[in-house]
């Protein structure tokens, strides 16, 4: 499936992977960071979620992957803990950050892709 443009994203008034997620099922996604107060690598946040209570405060509830073994590495790991916890098992890359691809249909429109056609509905 295809990904929607920023026109059309920022047309319906998402700005920023917060408002991405926010329309996914699970309220979740991964970021790749750098800061200089902390290491660097992927983040798993959430929306309304506290994904990790026992997080570094620095981190407000994020769980957070270090890319000391390497950025691949720590991508997966990230990607095998949501899978894990929240059922993710496809992804998509917007803006950066990794979402659920099941939050596409409602980016591009299209959230009834899965339900049946009523008939006599022209094909299309």
Not at 3 to 23: C, F, H, W
Request: contains cysteine; charged residues 25%; hydrophobic residues 35%.
């Amino acid at each position: 499936m295809r990904k929607p443009t920023e026109e059309q994203m920022r047309a319906k008034g998402i700005y920023n992977s917060y408002d991405v997620a926010s329309l996914g099922p699970t309220k979740v996604w991964i970021s790749h960071q750098c800061h200089s107060f902390a290491p660097t690598g992927y983040m798993v946040r959430g929306v309304g979620v506290n994904v990790d209570p026992s997080a570094h405060w620095l981190n407000n509830g994020g769980k957070a992957f270090p890319t000391y073994g390497g950025k691949a590495e720590a991508l997966a790991k990230a990607k095998g803990w949501v899978e894990q916890r929240y059922g993710i098992t496809e992804w998509v890359m917007i803006w950066g950050d990794w979402h659920d691809a099941k939050v596409l249909p409602k980016l591009l429109g299209v959230e009834n892709l899965d339900k049946p056609r009523p008939s006599g509905d022209a094909e299309g």
